[in-house]
C-alpha cells in the first residue's frame, strides 16, 4: 500500500462546475496535509494547506481533512480552464525530521 | 535568492557516466528536499536536509546516489554510474523553517536527466 494514495484520472469536469479530488494515507500520525497544483512541465506550487479536521476556505478552493477516515480532498469551486493541471497531494508526520510524501497525482481537465 | 535555483537544466549523460546536479535554495532556508519525478508520477521522496544535516536519506534508491549540503545552502545530488532508470527530473525544494511539516516547500524548475 503506498503511503498516499490519489486517483489518477483524468478527471474530466465541464467549465463551471465544481471539481472534486480525493486522498487516502496510511500513516495515521501524519499531521500536515498539502495539495499542490503542477502543470504539465513545470514544478509543483502549493494551493493550500489544512492541518486541523474540517473545511479550509480559499476563494475558489476549498481543503477537507478528515483524519479519523484518512482522508484528504480538495474542491474546486466554479472550475476554470486555467484549472486544467496535475493535483498532486502531500502528507507530513510534523516533527522536525519528517519527510514530506506525495501522491502520484490526479489529473484534472477542465472542459469548455 | 529570489527562488530555487537548480543547473542543470537539462543533461544528457551516457550510462556509466557520472552527473552532479545543482541546487540553489531560496536564501537562509533551513530544510531542502530532493525529489525524484518520473513522467507522468508524482514526486519521489529522495533525501532531507536541514541546514548541513542529512537527517533522512531513505528515499535514496542505490548508493550510487549521494547528496550533500556542507555549508547548509547550496546543495549537490550526485548520481555515479547513471543507469537508464536514472531518467527523470530532479526536483529540489526548500522551506524556511525547521519543522517541515508546518512549512510549504518551494520547488525549482528541476533538472530533466535523460541517460542513453
Known amino acids: 500500500q503506498k503511503e498516499v494514495e490519489q486517483n489518477s484520472g483524468p478527471l474530466s469536469v465541464p467549465e463551471g462546475a465544481i471539481a472534486s479530488l480525493n486522498c487516502t494515507y496510511s500513516d495515521r500520525v501524519s499531521q500536515s496535509f498539502f495539495w499542490y497544483r503542477q502543470y504539465s512541465g513545470k514544478s509543483p506550487e502549493l494551493i493550500m494547506s489544512?492541518?486541523?479536521?474540517g473545511d479550509k476556505e480559499d476563494g475558489r478552493f476549498t481543503a477537507q481533512l478528515n483524519k479519523a477516515s484518512q482522508y484528504v480532498s480538495l474542491l474546486i469551486r466554479d472550475s476554470q480552464p486555467s484549472d486544467s493541471a496535475t493535483y498532486l497531494c502531500?502528507?507530513?508526520?510534523?516533527?522536525?525530521?519528517?519527510?514530506?510524501?506525495f501522491g502520484s497525482g490526479t489529473r484534472l481537465s477542465i472542459r469548455p | 535568492g529570489a527562488g530555487v535555483s537548480q543547473s542543470p537544466r537539462y543533461k544528457v549523460a551516457k550510462r556509466g557516466q557520472d552527473v552532479a546536479l545543482r541546487c540553489d535554495p531560496i536564501s537562509g532556508h533551513v530544510s531542502l528536499f530532493w525529489y525524484q519525478q518520473a513522467l507522468g508520477q508524482g514526486p519521489e521522496f529522495l533525501t532531507y536536509?536541514?541546514?548541513?544535516?542529512?537527517?533522512?536519506k531513505s528515499g535514496l534508491p542505490s548508493d550510487r546516489f549521494f547528496a550533500e549540503r556542507p555549508e547548509g545552502s547550496v546543495s549537490t545530488l550526485k548520481i555515479q554510474r547513471t543507469q537508464q532508470e536514472d531518467s527523470a527530473v530532479y526536483l529540489c525544494?526548500?522551506?524556511?523553517?525547521?519543522?517541515?511539516?508546518?512549512?510549504?516547500?518551494?520547488f525549482g524548475a528541476g533538472s530533466r536527466l535523460t541517460v542513453l
Open positions: 536536509f536541514q541546514n548541513e544535516a542529512q537527517l533522512d
Open positions: 502531500a502528507v507530513n508526520r510534523g516533527s522536525s525530521a519528517s519527510k514530506i510524501i
Open positions: 525544494a526548500s522551506s524556511r523553517d525547521r519543522n517541515s511539516g508546518a512549512n510549504v516547500l518551494t
Open positions: 489544512i492541518y486541523s479536521n
